[in-house]
């Protein structure tokens, strides 16, 4: 749902309502962004294997013949 | 057969909270009559199941008699890797053999990736209830 969608109801609101809307926007936004800042001091490793498709094949093969033997 | 079991994600780092959630699995490594435990990364974007240098040691393993070398990317590719085959048993589902790129870094998780931990179970992810479900194939 978009916000020129959303707006009508917004208005709707009694006031009481707005503001609580307004505290819960903006500790959701505060939120996010205390995490962005947490995760931008720290340095993420990533160690997936990604496309090490040469070495899928050999492990495979080694499957294979390990299945054969047994 | 037994159903597929529930797992919870594991926040890795408490001050991030689900932020830092990942999908682990406790499984155990056999080779001959040594085993060891560990805490698993269940990871659907690895080509291959990895194991760091230390925990190979612990069944028993023994790097000069693995005699398949392995290429890897990211940021094991710095590293020699080898073809290690243990067998592994996941909560009460039936052990089946893995396939691991054993690495000679200490660093990297116990990963397990689509050759061939995908290919010997069926995973769902959930991750907005942090909660994953693996079960033996189909």
Known sequence: MTLPELMPSIEALPRADKLHLIQLLAADVARDEAIARELADKAVPIWSPYDAFDGAAILLRALNEDKVAS | MAAAQQFPYVAVDPSLGAASALPYVPLTLQRAELSVTVSALVDSGAA????PYG???QPGAV???QMIPLRLTGNLAALEARALLLTGTLDR???????FAWTRNNDVPVILGQVNFFMEFDVSFFRSRLLFEVGPKK
């Open chain 2, 93 to 99: 589902f039936p052990s089946v053999r893995l396939a």
């Open chain 2, 63 to 65: 790097w000069e008699e």
């Open chain 2, 48 to 51: 291959l199941n990895a194991l």
């Open chain 2, 55 to 57: 925990i190979g040691l």
